[in-house]
């Protein structure tokens, strides 16, 4: 299996609209309903505002691949871009997908490392992520890898307020 993280640029915008929306879809479509499924990713996906995030320094999208086939992204904020300012000198893994094809092979933790190679590299001292409450895979996932529990926030999917546990992992403790 050969597997390869690349950046991802504003000519991969549709690429990415897709990926974007058939990940998320997956992944949180039957927790909700179709009618705050299709709000949240009418506005989170529309391609002006990928565009913006896209054009931003401050935010970096890498596409997953397998064998030459898309398998996932990761999208990492930093400074400015972040969603929370509540971690101090820190880097946001926003989104991290991988495609239902490709779950269970190692990729997730592909990305993660991508991100905490990142943070190295923008010398931050914390890795930060929000992951809905009720998602266990991905809270055990995280913790595995290091994160912990220290807050939460507020997010909507449509009409419907979620939460989303903010975890941490501080790169300066060993």
């Known amino acids: 299996m050969n597997v390869e993280i690349r950046p991802?640029?504003?000519?991969?915008l549709d690429l990415l609209q897709k990926i974007s929306i058939e990940t998320?879809?997956?992944?949180?479509?039957?927790?909700n309903t179709a009618e705050n499924l299709h709000a949240y990713l009418t506005e989170a996906y529309a391609p002006d505002k990928l565009k913006r995030e896209l054009l931003n320094p401050e935010s970096h999208f890498f596409f997953l691949y397998v064998d030459e086939q898309l398998a996932g992204y990761l999208k990492v904020?930093?400074?400015?871009?972040?969603?929370e300012d509540k971690i101090a000198n820190a880097l946001e893994v926003e989104r991290i997908y991988v495609d239902k094809a490709f779950k269970r092979m190692g990729l997730g933790k592909r990305l993660i490392e991508k991100a905490l190679s990142l943070a190295n590299e923008y010398q931050v001292e914390n890795v930060w992520l929000g992951v809905w409450e009720y998602n266990e895979n991905?809270?055990?996932?995280?913790?595995?890898?290091?994160f912990v529990y220290?807050?939460?926030h507020s997010f909507f999917m449509g009409d419907d307020?979620?939460?989303d546990l903010i975890v941490?992992?501080?790169l300066t403790e060993n």
């Not at 991802?8 to 991969?12: A, L, N, P, S």
């Not at 991905?138 to 290091?146: S, V, W």
């Open 8 to 12: 991802c640029t504003e000519k991969d």
């Open 24 to 31: 998320y879809t997956d992944t949180f479509g039957a927790h």
């Open 77 to 83: 904020n930093t400074g400015a871009a972040q969603t």
């Open 138 to 146: 991905a809270r055990k996932f995280y913790e595995t890898l290091g």
């Open 150 to 152: 220290t807050d939460s």
């Open 161 to 163: 307020e979620q939460t």
């Open 168 to 170: 941490v992992k501080s």
